[in-house]
């Protein structure tokens, strides 16, 4: 066994590499960009190493500086995670050539299984399922689309060097097959060097179902079952579990055998995941292999009772597999929930921000938290915006969702918007705790998992002015601590009548046009309040105990956990309330300064780079017509004109860093 290992990643994968190799008493030695100077991975390591700027790029990406790295620290292996290097044929080479361990496949496994069309071939001469496509060289837009007519729609146009969802795009028909090839090629090229495609038939109804195999370099192969992993957005996944639903035993070891007869088609050695399309009929399709460790390894580990690390570190030092395909059995059921910084109500944009309050759920033998992050740390633009994996076990299915849908509810996050509303609605939806799944489950979900917004929310305002009332900050907000007259106080005293106070609320986050609401609070006596949020009035009382606010508005009672933080634009509140998180602004009183001049600007929905910019200064648009494309964190997000209308005026140009809510150009409808 190794004695000291490089880590070629960040994040939580790099600190949950560094668990296993302490557990082995493996020194680890970890490298970090700019950005990730304080990051959790760093202090976790025994060394450190710096090796670039903050893109990826410049840093993880720079093959040479890792090897160097590696060498001066005196490792005697480089695990690479997953993403960035994990799957770089060249990468596994240069380690070779330095006599560095590559922790994964051979070169030749990983370049087998990284062209998709290649893989494709291969999976083809193994006996292995593949769906109908055209995986050919002749890359020509007439050909292509020619292709995908051939194949009917819908189609699923694929970059054969991509993963996570980039450069992938569902096309519904011919007409809009064009567009989405030149998008899915940007993509593919900006992400992976390569913009080469393949189509394939999409099957609108199928679930993603992959398996896990690993492989030893002395001619053994196992698969240690197979993982759900159909609940996507934008291809990518955000719940996986395993064993699959429904799977039937006969089902599950064909899967299972086609999967190790994959992976033996390429002499492969270490971790694996062939995934497949399982269709409504039971018949399963080959996708692709991804020749490393996976996001979701964590709950193939609790249903085998495995470490998977300690496993690729015994056969990366040519040691046996520690278990054969008798000895491995299903134990359980087990869940895993992706925390992403983004914002699910505008189509799961990414975001960033600094985690100004983090509390995770208490971690136990049924419960376990994968992160790379802490409080106060960025979750900036230029990686992944994953901020943990929540991963839960029980004894069935039911058990294992009753705890997911607890350990959500356990989150409290405020500085950036994140999805765990969103999953505690997912882990809650009929269909999916009926494992009704398929890989277009939110777009058929989507009325129950994005509800309309309810006089709910105006109770929850009422209690946001009740809180502002009651937190110490905001009564002596103006006070002078020198002063000891009563006239330098803000605590809304007033002559021979009730206290009262009122605050201007802007609601969500600050990348658009906010909605601002003023609630008035008046104090009648002790600890009961009059509020009026808009037209609507409440009788109410609360109490403030650190940051549990305890009220009653309108005869409902609730707690509710609050965070607050002064910001230099104001007061930056989040409320935790039953299953919702809502975060809100306190504004400034108007004392007459000048309005944003630029205030009817197309804004940008996040930070990022813009990556194209479509038009200029005078610049006649229809209605729909795509303006600027912005990327941040393995996601495009395009600008479009909302009608017929002039662009005035452009701020930006194509590779500028952009900060989320700032103009991107200025635009003028038509009179018509």
């Not at 670039?52 to 160097?68: C, E, F, H, K, N």
């Not at 001066?72 to 044929?89: C, M, R, V």
């Not at 009929?430 to 509800?451: G, N, Y």
């Not at 209690?463 to 009332?469: A, E, F, I, P």
Request: net charge negative.
């Amino acid at each position: 066994m190794f004695s000291k290992i490089l880590i070629a990643n960040r994040g939580e994968i790099a600190c949950r590499i560094m668990r296993t190799a302490k557990a082995l008493g493996i020194h680890t030695v970890a490298v970090f960009s700019e950005a990730d100077r304080r990051a959790r991975h760093v202090a976790l390591a025994d060394e450190a190493v710096h090796i670039g700027g903050p893109a990826p790029a410049d840093s993880y990406l720079q093959m040479q500086r890792i090897v160097d790295a590696a060498l001066a620290t005196g490792s005697q292996a480089i695990h690479p995670g997953y993403g960035f290097l994990s799957e770089n044929a060249a990468f596994c080479q240069l380690c070779a050539a330095n006599g560095l361990t590559f922790v994964g496949p051979s070169a030749s496994a990983i370049e087998s299984m990284g062209s998709k069309s290649a893989a494709k071939r291969i999976m083809q001469e193994a006996d292995v399922p593949l769906l109908p496509g055209y995986h050919g060289d002749d890359q020509t837009e007439d050909l292509l689309t020619r292709a995908a007519d051939d194949i009917g729609y819908p189609v699923l146009l694929k970059a054969v060097a991509g993963g996570g969802g980039k450069g992938m795009r569902q096309v519904p028909d011919a007409a809009a097959f064009r567009e989405a090839l030149s998008a899915a090629k940007r993509e593919a090229l900006a992400g992976f060097g390569d913009d080469t495609m393949l189509v394939e038939k999409y099957l609108q109804a199928a679930r993603h179902v992959e398996v896990q195999v690993f492989c030893d370099n002395h001619g053994h192969g196992v698969y240690l079952f197979e993982r759900d992993c159909s609940v996507q957005r934008r291809h990518q996944k955000i719940i996986e579990e395993a064993p699959a639903p429904n799977i039937s035993t006969e089902l599950r070891q064909r899967m299972g055998e086609a999967a190790v007869r994959a992976a033996a088609a390429v002499n492969y050695a270490g971790a694996g995941t062939v995934e497949f399309l399982l269709d409504t009929d039971g018949k399963f399709y080959f996708m692709e292999m991804n020749t490393r460790l996976q996001v979701e390894h964590p709950v193939t580990e609790m249903i085998t009772g495995t470490d998977l690390v300690e496993w690729q570190l015994q056969i990366a030092a040519n040691g046996h597999l520690p278990k054969t395909q008798a000895e491995l059995a299903i134990h359980g059921h087990a869940i895993e929930a992706r925390i992403y910084a983004e914002n699910p109500e505008q189509d799961f944009l990414p975001a960033a921000g600094t985690l100004w309050r983090l509390r995770e759920p208490a971690q136990g033998p049924y419960v376990r938290i994968d992160t790379g992050v802490s409080e106060n740390d960025e979750i900036g633009v230029f990686y992944d915006p994953m901020i943990a994996k929540l991963i839960v076990w029980g004894e069935t299915r039911s058990i294992a969702l009753q705890r997911l849908h607890q350990a959500l509810g356990d989150y409290r996050i405020a500085g950036v918007t994140t999805n765990v509303d969103f999953l505690r609605r997912l882990s809650a939806n009929p269909a999916f705790r009926a494992a009704k799944l398929r890989t277009d489950f939110i777009e058929q979900q989507h009325t129950s998992l994005f509800p309309a917004r309810d006089s709910a929310e105006t109770e929850v305002l009422a209690s946001v002015g009740l809180y502002l009332s009651l937190a110490p900050e905001e009564q002596l907000l103006a006070s002078s601590a020198a002063s000891a007259s009563p006239w330098d106080l803000s605590d809304a005293w007033r002559t021979n009548a009730a206290s009262q106070w009122q605050h201007e609320i802007a609601v969500g986050q600050i990348i658009a046009d906010q909605e601002e609401t003023t609630i008035s609070v008046v104090h009648k006596g002790r600890s009961e309040y009059q509020v009026d949020v808009g037209a609507a009035t409440f009788n109410a009382t609360a109490t403030l105990a650190g940051e549990v606010l305890t009220t009653s508005v309108g005869g409902s009672e609730q707690g509710l956990d609050v965070f607050s933080r002064s910001t230099g634009a104001g007061r930056e509140l989040v409320l935790f309330a039953g299953d919702q998180s809502l975060a809100y602004r306190v504004i400034a009183p108007d004392l007459g300064t000048d309005a944003n001049s630029n205030a009817t600007g197309f804004k940008a929905p996040m930070n990022g780079t813009v990556v194209a910019m479509f038009a200029s200064a005078g610049t006649a648009v229809a209605a729909g017509e795509t303006l600027a494309i912005m990327e941040a964190m393995k996601m495009e997000h395009a600008i479009k004109a909302p009608s017929t209308g002039v662009v005035t005026d452009v701020f930006y140009a194509v590779g500028d860093l952009v900060d989320g809510g700032a103009d991107l150009l200025s635009f003028e409808a038509s009179a018509t």
